[in-house]
């Protein structure tokens, strides 16, 4: 034989080895056909099928052409779609073809209306599903109603004021259950609107909740709201706004369906014909792998379903890769039970509630899921649910979170629960932007959550005001913190109560604190340990932990109500580094000489230059479009705002800045801060106010999905 003919055998002997059997599917194909590559299936479901009654002594892949495929259901994969280690089966598109995995469907044949809004009839193209708008929020997952696309991005439900927010005003009763007052006469407006719903910050700044109107009081300058009310009620000086109101369908980009009558109106960012305007309609996720093993997705869209977009459900050795999943509803990616699944070298934005939910293993017998979210793009989540939905959530023991990049959000990056997890190697800005005694990084309120590393992560440009970029909160113990950056915050650190928590060889950079140590449980949490207020001591009990593997893994807990009621022990901060206003703040008459093992670390003046080796070491040299800011009050009249180009890139923009609405006061200037920026380069302007009693000013940045607080001018 020739050695030609040899190597082209081969060749194709190794194709076959790395593909085994290959179906194609294609939105031009049909399920009649034989799922070849010239005659391709239409629907997934089909090729599934054809993949079931496949040998799984090799690799089954199932190549989806170019195109869009429509889901009215969700595309479900279960145990007998498994492959195996040595013969997985993989969706994944054509490589240089896109393939997108919808929930919804396209609207045309939009009309002039008003000015700059038209009109479209949705029942007249077929779309009667329009779902029901219902409370969301902090511990409110409910599903989406329909909601609006425009070329490929979320478009934004009518709503006052457009930037910045509204404040409850100070006549509202303390912890008032279904009712608050207001300032100014905008409400008058909103009387006779059908289904107005008013979101806010109703008592905490860390709480948000949606709430349906259901009386407006222009005489007195109340609002009646529904049940369910918000979690901790309203009170006066909270931040709110209205949404779902057509009489405020004001500015580009924003939207309203009547759906009495099924006509949507729209007054689009760019002319309508420039691009292509989607509803969501699915309710359910777009595709659900439950009990199946070594199933891959990889090179695939997915988006425009009011659920999650993919759920994995105990299943083991799953993988989604380089995969977008985007317009959600709900969460993007959602992993629970099982072990060895994987989210990897995906994008996940533009979700309702969080980015990805990675839920696995035993906590009772520390068995780890081992599920891993890695290299994964998250960006502008929680547009609905603003709190308490985080970037990645991760439950359950031994699962890891590395090399991921997470911004642009309102509350939590990263959300902890349970025990054993490794947090490393992640680039984490601009998030808790909108929240305050929030955190990029956050555990809390159980002494029994141990084991967890986060380790070599970079923390910047979070919130203004009370924000940490690591936050151990409410008596949270045993975290190793080690070789992480934290840059530019309130505090690069805060320890809430907790013991044998160990911070080494970490750079806290130009934050006002670096850590933050307190004694809450002997002071005003100390209900948590006098019986007041069993939570905590609950969830210890329910742990095993005076037995093995308990007892072996973590010594320290067996003892614990043997010590001292809420007095944090054991605690260490080594080798760390510092250029803070203040680097170790102890409260709660704490002493470093008593309370804190303190050791090797160096304590250098404020104000250091930024190093980018410092983030370059930790693998984490990325050009993220990272615009970092600084409002800050400078008179009664004056506030000035600081900005900085973290990235490596130039960038450009607008800040807008807004006043508090309803108030007698006025922006002098500038309204409008346009800027361009070359990376590192920083920029300050003076902001001039005028106002005849106290206000609150912000500046946003536009095109971000989130919308800081402002700061108080007296």
């Excluded at 009654?53 to 090799?58: E, I």
């Excluded at 050009?623 to 890139?649: C, F, H, M, W, Y």
Aim: proline content about 5%; some cysteine.
């Amino acid at each position: 034989m020739r050695p030609f003919v040899v190597l082209v055998l081969l060749a194709i002997c190794s194709v076959a080895q790395i593909y085994g059997e290959e179906f194609y599917v294609s939105p031009k194909g049909s399920d009649t056909n034989p799922g070849t590559k010239s005659r391709p299936f239409a629907s997934l479901e089909r090729a599934r099928d054809a993949a079931r009654v496949s040998k799984h002594d090799a690799p089954i892949t199932i190549w989806l052409r170019g195109g869009e495929y429509r889901r009215t259901a969700t595309f479900t994969l279960g145990a007998a779609d498994s492959g195996t280690a040595a013969a997985p089966v993989i969706y994944r598109a054509m490589a240089g073809e896109k393939v997108r995995i919808v929930g919804g469907a396209p609207v045309g044949k939009f009309k002039k209306w008003r000015g700059e809004i038209l009109r479209a009839d949705l029942r007249a193209q077929g779309i009667s599903n329009y779902g029901e708008i219902l409370s969301r929020g902090m511990g409110r997952p409910n599903v989406s109603a329909l909601e609006l696309f425009f070329n490929d991005r979320p478009m934004t439900l009518a709503r006052w004021p457009n930037v910045g927010w509204a404040y409850t005003d100070a006549a509202t009763k303390d912890k008032a259950q279904n009712q608050f007052a207001y300032e100014g006469e905008r409400a008058a407006r909103w009387v006779n609107a059908p289904d107005a719903w008013v979101h806010g910050y109703w008592y905490y700044d860390w709480a948000d909740h949606y709430e349906r109107v259901t009386h407006i009081d222009t005489a007195h300058h109340l609002i009646d709201t529904a049940a369910p009310n918000p979690n901790y009620n309203y009170r006066g000086g909270q931040r709110w706004q209205v949404v779902n109101v057509l009489e405020e369908l004001d500015e580009p980009g924003e939207w309203y369906l009547d759906r009495q009558a099924g006509v949507l109106y729209f007054w689009p960012p760019s002319p309508i014909a420039s691009g292509v305007a989607e509803v969501s309609l699915l309710d359910n996720p777009l595709a659900s792998v439950e009990g199946a093993s070594y199933v891959e997705l990889r090179d695939l869209d997915f988006g425009l379903t009011r659920a999650d977009g993919i759920v994995i459900r105990d299943g083991s050795h799953d993988r989604i890769a380089h995969c977008t999943v985007a317009n959600v509803g709900n969460a993007g990616v959602v992993i629970r039970g099982g072990d060895a699944d994987a989210v990897e070298d995906s994008e996940i934005r533009d979700t309702g509630d969080g980015g990805v939910v990675l839920d696995g293993g035993d906590r009772k017998t520390l068995t780890a899921a081992g599920h891993v979210a890695a290299r994964n793009h998250i960006h502008d989540y929680a547009r609905w649910s603003r709190t308490y939905t985080p970037g990645i959530n991760v439950l359950g023991v031994g699962n890891r979170v590395v090399g991921n990049t997470i911004d642009h959000a309102p509350h939590f990056a990263i959300w902890v629960h349970g025990n054993d997890h490794v947090i490393e190697g992640n680039d984490i800005h601009t998030v808790a932007m909108e929240t305050a005694d929030a955190s990029a990084y956050y555990i809390g309120a159980d002494t029994t959550e141990r084991g967890n590393t986060v380790r070599s992560n970079y923390f910047h440009n979070l919130g203004l005001g009370d924000i940490n970029a690591i936050y151990l909160d409410d008596e949270s113990s045993g975290s190793l913190v080690v070789g992480n950056v934290m840059r530019g915050a309130a505090r690069g650190a805060k320890i809430g109560g907790g013991s044998d928590n160990i911070f080494e060889k970490n750079k806290f950079v130009n934050n006002d604190i670096g850590i933050h140590f307190d004694a809450r449980g002997m002071g005003w949490q100390k209900a948590y340990f006098d019986g007041t207020n069993p939570a905590l001591l609950n969830r210890l009990k329910a742990m095993p932990y005076k037995e093995e593997p308990w007892r072996s893994r973590y010594p320290q807990l067996v003892g614990f109500l043997d010590q001292p009621p809420g007095l944090p022990m054991r605690n260490a901060i080594h080798d760390n580094e510092c250029w803070c206003k203040v680097w170790v703040a102890y409260y709660d008459k704490l002493t470093e000489e008593k309370n804190m093992d303190s050791a090797g670390n160096q304590v250098h003046p404020e104000g250091v230059v930024w190093n980018p080796d410092w983030v370059k070491g930790m693998g984490l040299d990325i050009d993220t479009p990272v615009i970092a800011r600084r409002l800050t009050e400078v008179s009664a009249t004056q506030a000035k705002l600081a900005i900085e180009n973290q990235g490596r890139s130039a960038r450009s923009g607008v800040f807008e800045v807004w006043i508090e609405p309803g108030l007698d006061g006025r922006v002098v200037s500038p309204s409008e801060i346009p800027f361009s920026l070359k990376p590192g380069e920083k920029m300050e302007w003076t902001i001039t106010v005028e106002h005849a009693a106290p206000i609150r000013l912000g500046a946003y940045l536009k095109g971000e999905s989130f919308v800081p607080s402002g700061i108080k001018m007296k």
